[in-house]
């Protein structure tokens, strides 16, 4: 089974979690494809594409609909404090990947746009900015799905506030030769579960 997937999914969702996929059908050969460059759908090299892409409505092949969420490492915490507020934000410098506008959106959201922040830190993919968040580098807006293990595993948390508007997902999309075939229907079926068991606990 020939899977392709972004590179921050991939390491930070996908393969910690693919020992379940393959327990269930040891039978099958699988090879990851870490790739954030688009792949062919119409030849033999992949099977299945996992894309990260805007919303665009009522799409059949979403499995999940990604929400940011501002995390941080424990390690943070001052003495005496089990959590982090709003309040914090310009105490610690806020990273981010590629541009600062989901921070600004975010912060607008909940009215507190006006205190002053140090946004020097900046980071290329996903998955670098989650583990310099689990680094303590400072506190980061980053998307759930990549930050989900971590979270769980208490390597960061959640602080709470309202999120901003964000119009990604995560799509599950086949090579057409291969749709029939059961390897790709047992796929399908385990990621749309994992997906699912996800977004039940995930922030609102």
């Known amino acids: 089974l020939r899977i392709s997937a972004t590179h921050s999914f991939a390491i930070k969702w ?62 943070l915490l001052p003495p005496g404090r089990s959590d982090l507020t709003l309040a914090d934000l310009p105490d610690f410098p806020l990273l981010y990947e590629g541009t600062t506008a989901s921070w600004i959106a975010l912060l607008n959201a909940n009215k507190v746009l006006q ?18 968040a689990v ?19 208490g390597a960061l948390k959640l602080l709470p506030c309202r999120s901003a508007p964000y119009d990604r997902s995560y799509c599950l999309l086949v090579n057409r030769f291969k749709e029939g075939m059961p390897k790709i229907a047992h796929f399908r079926s385990w990621i749309q579960g994992e997906m699912n068991a996800m977004a039940r606990m995930r922030p609102t």
């Open 14 to 75: 996908l393969v910690p979690r693919l020992h379940r996929f393959t327990e269930q059908y040891p039978e099958l050969d699988i090879r990851v494809d870490a790739n954030d460059q688009r792949v062919a759908l119409d030849d033999d090299s992949t099977d299945i594409a996992i894309r990260y892409s805007k919303t665009v409505g009522d799409d059949a092949t979403v499995l999940f609909n990604e929400v940011l969420v501002v995390a941080y490492s424990p390690a």
């Open 135 to 153: 680094a303590g580098q400072g506190i980061a807006l980053v998307p759930y799905t990549i930050a989900f293990e971590d979270v769980a595993k």
């Open 115 to 132: 205190q002053q922040y140090n946004f020097s830190r900046c980071y290329s993919h996903a998955g670098v900015l989650v583990q310099a």
